[in-house]
């Protein structure tokens, strides 16, 4: 599978922005497309995930009141939708894929080692 992240960029707190995750390439046996992110000087983390089965979809309680995920069939694209930023948002945005349906949970977002395929990551930074 080959992800392809854009989107990122340079953007005020308190604003929006939308990451999007083209997927191509051997795509049949992706169950979860997921957000992680890695803020410098920490883990990397789970953001948010969905279900390509039954479009589930579950986000890390610490952003759950701004992010929201969301896909477009047609186009095999997952976008992660941001709002509210905060300076703590910056880092480094990568989209994952796991064959695994419940690795869509906070489960899954422990174990970031044991997902499939990882993009090449998107920038974000947020200022103050």
């Known amino acids: 599978v080959q992800l392809v992240e854009s989107g990122g960029g340079l953007v005020q707190a308190g604003g929006s922005l939308r990451l999007s995750c083209a997927a191509s390439?051997?795509?049949?046996?992706?169950?979860?497309i997921a957000w992680f992110r890695q803020v410098s000087g920490k883990e990397r983390e789970g953001v948010s995930c969905i279900n390509l089965s039954d479009d589930r979809t579950y986000t890390a309680v610490p952003v759950e009141d701004r992010f929201t995920i969301s896909r477009d069939t047609a186009k095999n694209v997952v976008y992660l939708h941001m709002s509210s930023v905060k300076p703590e948002d910056t880092g480094v945005y990568y989209c994952?894929?796991?064959?695994?349906?419940?690795?869509?949970?906070?489960?899954?977002?422990?174990?970031?080692?044991?997902?499939?395929?990882w993009g090449q990551g998107t920038r974000v930074t947020v200022s103050s």
């Open positions: 994952v894929t796991s064959s695994a349906y419940y690795f869509c949970s906070g489960y899954g977002f422990r174990k970031p080692a044991e997902w499939d395929s």
């Open positions: 390439g051997s795509t049949f046996d992706v169950d979860t």
